[in-house]
């Protein structure tokens, strides 16, 4: 089966600074790859996905690229803001019977 | 638009006993997964209904099952509770499934504390 490692556990950077968290997957079937913000006590937000035919997918503040000979993928988030202090995690899966394959999350801190 | 719902938000049972889990999916979408998420953990998939079947399964043992309903809602079950079962459970809806890999949409989870 598949498996997601993730790095940082833990993250902080000033406010105004560029963040960045990494991924690695296992399984080179997998082809859709997306991200989550979970605020405590909340339930998990898709912030952003990029699927295997793609190599960077952008979204404002936040981009995604994917590296598929290398099997990983990353987030960048630039000029980061105090709400974006949360616990990140990346996922990947390879086809839509199977369930989503989460990394054991990144809890950024944004430092005022 | 409706947003994925669940029920109850809070349950707290004895070992042994048995569970049941609701949730709502997002208007629109007609494939709901399940997982498990323990504290400081990501969460974990148990499996995946479409058209009133399941059509994946993580590694979770038999005793967890679950329901889908004509209108897609869905149900998990989890019978002869034991103390690792204690958790926040998640369940997410996608717009198509059977083969096709699309966004999940998580509600907001049930936390299950077994005593």
């Known amino acids: 089966g598949e498996n997601v490692e993730q790095h940082p556990s833990t993250l902080s950077v000033q406010e105004g600074d560029s963040a960045v968290i990494k991924c690695t997957y296992s399984?080179?079937?997998?082809?859709?790859f997306p991200w989550y913000k979970q605020e405590l006590g909340k339930r998990p937000q898709l912030i952003i996905d990029?699927?295997?035919?793609?190599g960077e997918k952008k979204d404002q503040r936040i981009a995604v690229t994917l590296n598929k000979t290398a099997k990983h993928f990353s987030l960048h988030i630039t000029e980061t803001q105090p709400e974006d202090s949360a616990v990140y995690f990346c996922?990947?899966?390879?086809?839509?019977?199977?369930?989503?394959?989460f990394g054991k999350g990144t809890h950024l801190i944004i430092q005022p | 638009e409706t947003g994925v719902t669940q029920s109850p938000t809070h349950l707290i049972k004895t070992r042994g006993q048995q569970v049941t889990l609701r949730c709502s999916s997002q208007?629109?979408?007609?494939?709901v997964s399940w997982y498990q998420q323990a504290l400081g953990q990501g969460p974990q998939f148990i499996f995946q209904?479409?058209?009133?079947?399941?059509?994946g399964r993580g590694n979770f043992p038999p005793r967890f099952s679950g329901l889908q309903f004509p209108n897609y809602s869905s149900e998990l079950n989890v019978n002869a509770l034991e103390l690792d079962d204690s958790a926040l459970y998640l369940c997410?809806?996608?717009?198509?499934?059977?083969?096709?890999?699309?966004?999940?949409?998580f509600g907001p989870g049930t936390r299950l504390t077994v005593t």
């Open positions: 399984d080179s079937a997998s082809n859709y």
């Open positions: 996922a990947a899966v390879e086809g839509g019977a199977d369930g989503l394959t």
């Open positions: 209904y479409y058209r009133e079947e399941e059509n």
């Open positions: 997410a809806s996608s717009p198509l499934g059977a083969g096709s890999s699309y966004e999940q949409y």
């Open positions: 208007s629109g979408h007609n494939t």
């Open positions: 990029i699927r295997s035919n793609v």
